[in-house]
């Protein structure tokens, strides 16, 4: 009932700046949770930042903190994340992911927790 559409991945120089989109179609209007993910070859999928419906509560993974800022926009179900002073360890395929269910930011840094993923969007970082 969920559709989740990434974009804004891309090359860029480290330092620089780059924002994402995740844009929920069908019955998104009751998604509460909406997070970002990434994976890097080689490694597991990784959590880095959630946010509730109505930007209530947001929860960031200590790599990024700082560095990224993740936000929503329900009128349009879209989910921001936009990311500054990136480095090369931010490599990685993005994915956005949300679910229906309601509970405490923190319980949304697990993979697990999200019922619906959209497919990804490349994100690389140069020296």
């Known amino acids: 009932q969920v559709q989740l559409v990434e974009s804004g991945g891309g090359l860029v120089q480290a330092g620089g700046s780059l924002r994402l989109s995740c844009a929920a179609s069908g019955r998104a209007s009751s998604l509460y949770a909406m997070g970002w993910f990434r994976q890097a070859p080689g490694k597991e999928r990784e959590f880095v930042a959630v946010i509730t419906r109505n930007g209530l509560g947001t929860y960031y993974a200590d790599s990024v903190k700082g560095r990224f800022t993740i936000s929503r926009d329900d009128a349009k179900n879209t989910v921001y994340l936009r990311m500054s002073s990136l480095k090369t360890e931010d490599t990685a395929v993005y994915y956005c992911?949300?679910?229906?269910?309601?509970?405490?930011?923190?319980?949304?840094?697990?993979?697990?927790?999200?019922?619906?993923w959209g497919q990804g969007t490349q994100v690389t970082v140069s020296s």
């Open positions: 992911a949300a679910d229906y269910r309601r509970g405490g930011t923190t319980a949304y840094t697990r993979a697990g927790a999200y019922e619906y």
